[in-house]
Protein backbone atom coordinates (compact mmCIF):
# COMPACT_ATOMS: atom_id res chain seq x y z
CA UNK A 1 0.00 0.00 0.00
CA UNK A 2 1.10 3.33 -1.06
CA UNK A 3 0.65 5.06 2.02
CA UNK A 4 2.40 2.21 4.27
CA UNK A 5 5.66 3.23 2.27
CA UNK A 6 5.74 6.88 4.18
CA UNK A 7 5.84 4.57 7.69
CA UNK A 8 9.13 5.05 9.55
CA UNK A 9 10.53 2.90 12.17
CA UNK A 10 9.30 4.27 15.50
CA UNK A 11 11.58 5.21 18.24
CA UNK A 12 10.80 6.03 21.87
CA UNK A 13 12.51 8.14 24.19
CA UNK A 14 14.53 5.74 26.48
CA UNK A 15 12.51 6.08 29.53
CA UNK A 16 9.35 5.21 27.86
CA UNK A 17 10.40 1.26 28.24
CA UNK A 18 12.69 1.66 31.55
CA UNK A 19 11.25 3.18 34.63
CA UNK A 20 10.06 2.25 38.52
CA UNK A 21 6.72 2.54 36.74
CA UNK A 22 6.85 -0.46 34.69
CA UNK A 23 8.94 -2.34 36.81
CA UNK A 24 5.93 -2.59 39.06
CA UNK A 25 3.76 -3.67 36.41
CA UNK A 26 6.00 -6.09 34.55
CA UNK A 27 9.18 -7.42 36.01
CA UNK A 28 12.26 -7.72 33.91
CA UNK A 29 12.50 -11.74 33.91
CA UNK A 30 9.10 -12.38 32.17
CA UNK A 31 10.56 -14.30 29.44
CA UNK A 32 13.43 -15.89 31.90
CA UNK A 33 10.79 -19.15 32.21
CA UNK A 34 11.16 -19.55 28.18
CA UNK A 35 15.23 -20.09 28.23
CA UNK A 36 17.92 -22.23 29.90
CA UNK A 37 21.14 -21.96 31.09
CA UNK A 38 23.96 -21.47 27.94
CA UNK A 39 20.93 -20.75 25.18
CA UNK A 40 21.31 -18.35 22.71
CA UNK A 41 18.36 -15.67 22.46
CA UNK A 42 18.06 -12.52 20.24
CA UNK A 43 16.13 -9.80 21.79
CA UNK A 44 14.97 -7.82 18.81
CA UNK A 45 13.66 -4.05 19.15
CA UNK A 46 15.25 -4.50 22.60
CA UNK A 47 14.71 -1.04 22.83
CA UNK A 48 16.74 0.30 26.38
CA UNK A 49 17.68 -3.36 27.20
CA UNK A 50 15.10 -3.67 29.50
CA UNK A 51 14.87 -7.15 28.99
CA UNK A 52 18.03 -8.55 27.32
CA UNK A 53 19.90 -7.72 30.44
CA UNK A 54 17.80 -9.94 32.96
CA UNK A 55 17.75 -12.30 30.06
CA UNK A 56 21.36 -12.10 29.84
CA UNK A 57 21.50 -13.18 33.54
CA UNK A 58 19.11 -16.07 33.09
CA UNK A 59 21.24 -17.78 30.13
CA UNK A 60 24.75 -17.23 32.46
CA UNK A 61 28.18 -16.31 31.22
CA UNK A 62 27.98 -19.24 28.99
CA UNK A 63 24.81 -18.32 27.26
CA UNK A 64 24.50 -15.43 24.41
CA UNK A 65 22.19 -12.43 24.38
CA UNK A 66 21.68 -10.54 20.64
CA UNK A 67 19.88 -7.12 21.10
CA UNK A 68 18.99 -5.52 18.22
CA UNK A 69 17.82 -2.40 18.01
CA UNK A 70 17.38 0.08 15.25
CA UNK A 71 17.52 2.88 17.32
CA UNK A 72 20.99 3.98 17.84
CA UNK A 73 20.58 5.74 21.33
CA UNK A 74 18.41 2.01 22.48
CA UNK A 75 21.62 0.20 22.27
CA UNK A 76 24.42 2.60 23.29
CA UNK A 77 22.35 2.19 26.61
CA UNK A 78 22.24 -1.61 26.68
CA UNK A 79 25.97 -1.14 25.96
CA UNK A 80 26.39 1.24 29.14
CA UNK A 81 23.89 -1.04 31.23
CA UNK A 82 26.30 -4.31 30.22
CA UNK A 83 29.17 -2.72 31.04
CA UNK A 84 28.22 -1.25 34.55
CA UNK A 85 27.23 -4.86 35.62
CA UNK A 86 29.81 -6.70 33.85
CA UNK A 87 28.21 -8.74 31.87
CA UNK A 88 30.29 -10.08 28.74
CA UNK A 89 27.37 -12.24 26.89
CA UNK A 90 25.47 -9.40 25.41
CA UNK A 91 26.11 -8.56 21.51
CA UNK A 92 24.51 -5.27 21.33
CA UNK A 93 23.74 -4.44 17.66
CA UNK A 94 22.50 -1.13 15.56
CA UNK A 95 20.74 -2.50 13.33
CA UNK A 96 16.90 -3.44 11.55
CA UNK A 97 15.59 -6.63 12.98
CA UNK A 98 15.41 -7.00 8.16
CA UNK A 99 18.97 -7.26 8.52
CA UNK A 100 20.63 -9.97 11.07
CA UNK A 101 23.87 -11.06 8.78
CA UNK A 102 25.21 -10.91 12.10
CA UNK A 103 23.48 -13.67 13.48
CA UNK A 104 23.86 -17.08 12.31
CA UNK A 105 20.99 -19.43 10.19
CA UNK A 106 19.61 -21.79 12.92
CA UNK A 107 21.59 -20.57 15.91
CA UNK A 108 18.79 -19.01 18.47
CA UNK A 109 17.37 -21.12 21.08
CA UNK A 110 14.91 -17.74 21.78
CA UNK A 111 13.42 -14.83 20.15
CA UNK A 112 11.80 -11.98 21.78
CA UNK A 113 10.21 -9.64 19.64
CA UNK A 114 8.08 -7.56 22.04
CA UNK A 115 6.64 -4.26 20.71
CA UNK A 116 9.08 -5.07 17.14
CA UNK A 117 6.47 -5.85 14.27
CA UNK A 118 4.37 -2.59 15.64
CA UNK A 119 6.76 -0.34 15.42
CA UNK A 120 8.66 -1.02 12.53
CA UNK A 121 8.12 0.26 8.69
CA UNK A 122 5.27 -1.77 7.34
CA UNK A 123 7.47 -2.37 4.28
CA UNK A 124 10.26 -4.56 6.07
CA UNK A 125 7.92 -6.76 8.16
CA UNK A 126 8.42 -9.87 5.60
CA UNK A 127 11.55 -9.34 6.12
CA UNK A 128 11.96 -9.84 10.10
CA UNK A 129 9.44 -11.98 9.82
CA UNK A 130 11.78 -14.58 7.27
CA UNK A 131 15.20 -12.92 9.39
CA UNK A 132 13.21 -14.85 12.53
CA UNK A 133 12.73 -17.88 11.18
CA UNK A 134 16.39 -17.96 9.42
CA UNK A 135 17.78 -17.49 13.09
CA UNK A 136 15.80 -20.00 15.19
CA UNK A 137 17.62 -23.60 16.12
CA UNK A 138 14.86 -26.16 13.91
CA UNK A 139 13.44 -26.55 18.13
CA UNK A 140 14.00 -22.56 18.67
CA UNK A 141 11.02 -21.04 19.65
CA UNK A 142 9.96 -17.02 19.64
CA UNK A 143 7.77 -14.84 21.80
CA UNK A 144 5.72 -12.08 19.44
CA UNK A 145 3.62 -9.74 20.25
CA UNK A 146 2.20 -6.41 18.86
CA UNK A 147 0.53 -3.74 20.11
CA UNK A 148 -3.67 -3.31 18.74
CA UNK A 149 -5.01 -0.30 17.90
CA UNK A 150 -4.76 2.30 15.29
CA UNK A 151 -1.42 3.69 16.06
CA UNK A 152 -0.10 -0.10 15.76
CA UNK A 153 1.84 -1.01 12.34
CA UNK A 154 -0.11 -4.56 12.48
CA UNK A 155 -3.55 -5.26 11.89
CA UNK A 156 -5.55 -8.16 12.73
CA UNK A 157 -4.99 -9.36 9.12
CA UNK A 158 -0.96 -8.70 9.04
CA UNK A 159 -1.20 -10.37 12.20
CA UNK A 160 -3.54 -13.44 11.28
CA UNK A 161 -1.19 -13.81 8.49
CA UNK A 162 2.22 -13.58 10.12
CA UNK A 163 1.17 -16.49 12.72
CA UNK A 164 0.40 -19.11 10.05
CA UNK A 165 3.68 -18.43 8.88
CA UNK A 166 4.35 -20.35 12.30
CA UNK A 167 3.36 -23.36 14.62
CA UNK A 168 1.60 -21.92 17.27
CA UNK A 169 2.10 -22.91 20.95
CA UNK A 170 0.27 -20.40 22.79
CA UNK A 171 -1.85 -17.11 22.17
CA UNK A 172 -3.28 -15.00 24.18
CA UNK A 173 -6.61 -13.16 24.05
CA UNK A 174 -6.10 -10.17 22.82
CA UNK A 175 -6.82 -7.09 24.51
CA UNK A 176 -6.13 -3.08 24.24
CA UNK A 177 -4.32 -3.48 27.30
CA UNK A 178 -1.79 -6.17 26.15
CA UNK A 179 -2.41 -6.26 22.31
CA UNK A 180 -1.21 -9.85 20.74
CA UNK A 181 0.82 -12.25 21.77
CA UNK A 182 1.75 -15.61 20.97
CA UNK A 183 4.31 -17.85 21.30
CA UNK A 184 5.68 -19.39 18.30
CA UNK A 185 7.85 -22.62 16.96
CA UNK A 186 9.34 -22.78 13.83
CA UNK A 187 6.65 -24.38 10.79
C1 LIG B 1 7.50 -0.84 21.70
S1 LIG B 1 9.25 -0.73 21.74
C2 LIG B 1 9.64 -2.22 22.61
C3 LIG B 1 10.97 -2.20 23.30
C4 LIG B 1 11.34 -3.48 24.07
N1 LIG B 1 11.06 -4.68 23.33
C5 LIG B 1 10.65 -3.53 25.38
O1 LIG B 1 9.58 -4.16 25.50
O2 LIG B 1 11.16 -2.89 26.32
C6 LIG B 1 9.71 -1.11 20.07
C7 LIG B 1 11.17 -1.06 19.78
O3 LIG B 1 11.39 -1.48 18.44
C8 LIG B 1 12.43 -0.68 17.90
N2 LIG B 1 12.37 -0.75 16.44
C9 LIG B 1 11.57 -0.07 15.58
N3 LIG B 1 11.82 -0.44 14.33
C10 LIG B 1 12.81 -1.38 14.37
C11 LIG B 1 13.52 -2.12 13.40
N4 LIG B 1 13.28 -1.98 12.09
N5 LIG B 1 14.46 -2.99 13.81
C12 LIG B 1 14.75 -3.14 15.12
N6 LIG B 1 14.13 -2.44 16.10
C13 LIG B 1 13.17 -1.57 15.73
C14 LIG B 1 12.19 0.70 18.49
O4 LIG B 1 13.34 1.51 18.42
C15 LIG B 1 11.79 0.33 19.92
O5 LIG B 1 12.90 0.26 20.76
Redesign the pocket.
Known amino acids: MAENRDKK????PLFA?DNPLRRLFISPRKYCSLVKKDQTVAD????PG??SIALAECVGVKGRVYA????EK?IRAVERKAAKLKYHNIDAHAS???NLSFIEDGSVDFVLA???LC???PQ?HQKAVSEIKRILKPKGKAFLGVAKGSMSYVDKAEWEEILSGFKVKQRNKESLLKGRQALVLKN
Do not use: I, P, Q
Open positions: DKHFHLGCGYFVDSDSSAADGLCMAT
